[in-house]
């Protein structure tokens, strides 16, 4: 059995990384984006994103199953050594190390970068629901995110109210003349 590869993503790969999207959309309070993004706005997120920070796709046997991405955290240059990170897999690939592995290589490229602090920002239950669960918090924290920070009932969505979270992870050393980060397209 071939093993799964992580690679950079590129446009042609949108429509796929779309209909994973389009289920959490859809189907769960994960993101609280209410309407699923068209084609071309979706690939517009994706160039946007592509221009500074690394955006892959895991795939086995061909078949992608899920993507990953990292963003700018607040728009001001003091802040350029952090990032947010999204990660989202096929639903139904849940529970098999395709996370893990793909927000290892996520984490590996931001850190020859630079970048010294991840965030992770999570829509959090205050009591789980068929919509969403604490899952993506204990992944957090399995793969070393601790909790900063909890919003309360900031996100609404199938006409329940969420909280969300912040999650941060430090990866690399703080240095009184910082180097600065380089960013390039991906």
Known sequence: MSEAIIRPANLNDADHLLRIYAYYVENTAITFEYAVPTLSEFQN???NIMERYPYLVIEKSGIIYG??????????AAYDWSCELTVYLEHTALKRGFGRKIYEALENKLSEMGILNLYACIAYPK??????TQ?????????GFSKVGEFHNCGYKFGRWYNMIW??????EYQSEQPPVKFKAF
């Open 45 to 47: 997120r994706m160039k």
């Open 67 to 76: 993507y990953a991405y990292a963003d700018t955290f607040i728009r001001r």
């Open 127 to 132: 009591k789980e629901d068929e919509y969403l």
């Open 167 to 172: 999650m941060e992870k430090i990866i690399g």
């Open 135 to 143: 899952n993506s918090a204990e992944f957090h924290n399995h793969l």
